[in-house]
């Protein structure tokens, strides 16, 4: 009796945390740019360019929001994409950090929680350095920097793949893994779409 009041208690509180986060990042969607036809032009594009990403529908829903920013620049859109990868990376990682020290986790469970978030933390560095190194791209510098940001991009999905395969097996709970793996998931879809776009980046020479 009392382990299945404990199991139900740390149900309730995970379910309890997945509420707070997800309210906690909900963002408003940004206000519809004024011309029906640059908006309509701004979608296009944006369409056109995450068809060629590994996670399509993801990529528009996840910067149609961001049309009146991204127009039809490319490298607007390839900046959007890896703040948007980020602020998910990190909301992810806090998220996870959150639920590692619920009540109930067993031993295993709590390892690959602190190992995930150890490796979701290099990925928010690899990412924020990515985001900064987009703000310095020039001609000039054109070829070595896209070159920075596919090293940089692609050590975050690695990483970020690194921590889905900790919750593989048996060994963890069926709750706890596909939360969190859902979580992780997604971040890795948006980090692979990001990085799809640097490389369209890299190709177009904006």
Request: proline share 2%.
């Amino acid at each position: 009796m009392p382990s299945s009041f404990s199991n139900h208690l740390f149900q309730s509180s995970l379910l309890l945390v997945i509420l707070l986060f997800t309210c906690s990042f909900i963002h408003p969607t940004q206000q519809a740019i004024e011309n029906p036809q640059q908006q309509a032009k701004s979608t296009n594009f944006i369409r056109t360019s995450c068809s060629a990403t590994t996670y399509p529908k993801l990529c528009i829903t996840s910067l149609s929001s961001h049309a009146n920013l991204i127009q039809t620049n490319r490298k607007v859109l390839t900046d959007m994409a890896l703040n948007v990868t980020l602020s998910s990376a990190k909301s992810t990682s806090a998220f996870m950090y959150s639920i590692a020290k619920s009540r109930g986790l067993k031993p295993r469970e709590v390892s690959a929680m602190k190992d995930c978030v150890e490796e979701l933390s290099d990925a928010v560095d690899e990412l924020r350095k990515s985001i900064g190194e987009m703000g310095q791209l020039k001609i000039s510098n054109f070829e070595i920097t896209m070159s920075d940001l596919q090293t940089w991009v692609s050590a975050a999905l690695t990483e970020e793949n690194t921590c889905t395969e900790g919750f593989q097996g048996n060994a963890v709970n069926g709750n706890v893994k596909t939360v969190v793996r859902g979580r992780i998931v997604n971040v890795g879809q948006l980090t692979s779409n990001a990085l799809a776009l640097i490389n369209q980046l890299a190709s177009n020479h904006y």
